[in-house]
């Protein structure tokens, strides 16, 4: 089993920056990649960036050049810088963590105005 805890989700206005946080608890050895998804009202969960444990990521065209996603395996954390956030950036952010299972955070709210 594996815990994730996030924080540092807000509100901001557009232009603005923000970092969340994810801690990691539990069987930690077993996780391979680490991520972040966010969540808009009436949309899908959407990937936002991933990590694996060799520190590739991904990030999807939208958020490039914006977010960064980084990942300190000693501290068991993976953090998401957001820049120049946009209003469509708003939504609950979700950390993910995949082992042998993928496994959530509760989530933090982003909420980004024009």
């Known amino acids: 089993q594996v815990q994730l805890v996030e924080s540092g989700g807000g509100l901001v206005q557009a232009g603005g920056s923000l970092r969340l946080s994810c801690a990691a608890t539990g069987n930690i050895a077993s996780i391979k990649t680490m991520g972040w998804y966010r969540q808009a009202p009436g949309k899908q969960r959407e990937m936002v960036a991933l990590i694996t444990s060799d520190n590739t990521r991904y990030l999807p065209d939208a958020v490039k050049g914006r977010f960064t996603i980084s990942r300190d395996n000693a501290k068991n954390t993976v953090s998401l810088q957001m820049n120049n956030l946009k209003p469509e950036d708003t939504g609950v952010y979700y950390c993910?963590?995949?082992?042998?299972?993928?496994?959530w955070g509760q989530g933090t709210q982003v909420t980004v105005s024009s």
């Open positions: 993910n963590a995949v082992a042998a299972v993928g496994y």
